[in-house]
């Protein structure tokens, strides 16, 4: 929360801020986001205007999660821009009000950062992902075979060309 009565509601007021805090929980996806109490550097400036706070900014943060092919953990540093303008009454469904001249950044920080993380991580591009039989990674072992997959429907003829060891 950031106390914008230091604007006085005078447009073309503002006040910047460099500051460090602490990632709220469920910053991201489920299987990439920045974890919770990581630090997250912002800047921020506050500018009144006639209706309300203009807020303006960039947020840098560590997202960590892991690759949707293979399962390897993945980091990344993000940064992202966000704008918003907070009014000071008469806020409609989809507009932000301030509250006592508070004003919450959280939703429009986690919609930015949400926004800003794939959906679909990957270690690299060409990742090949898992074996779909016995869950290697393939791309430790690009050679992994299982050999030449027998029809399931032909399975049970093996039976007659193998033989017990005796």
């Not at 996806?29 to 006639?50: K, Q, W």
């Not at 926004?115 to 791309?139: K, Q, S, Y």
Request: glycine fraction near 8%.
């Amino acid at each position: 929360m950031f106390d914008t009565l230091v604007l006085g509601r005078r447009p073309g007021t503002e006040k910047s801020y460099d500051l460090v805090l602490d990632a709220p929980a469920d910053l991201g996806l489920d299987v990439f986001g920045v974890p919770e109490g990581s630090p997250i550097e912002l800047e921020l400036r506050l500018e009144a205007v006639m209706d309300g706070v203009l807020a303006t900014g960039t947020a840098s943060a560590h997202a960590v999660g892991e690759c949707v092919r293979c399962l390897i953990g993945v980091e990344s540093d993000l940064e992202v821009d966000f704008q918003e303008l907070y009014l000071y009454d008469d806020a409609g469904e989809d507009e932000l009000e301030l509250e006592d001249d508070l004003l919450d950044l959280e939703p429009v920080l986690r919609d930015a950062v949400v926004l800003a993380l794939p959906h679909n991580p990957l270690c690299d591009p060409e990742c090949p992902g898992l074996c779909p039989e016995c869950g290697v990674r393939l791309a430790d072992d690009p050679e992994h075979t299982h050999g030449e997959a027998i029809d399931p429907r032909w399975s049970a003829l093996t039976q007659l060309t193998e033989r017990p060891e005796e």
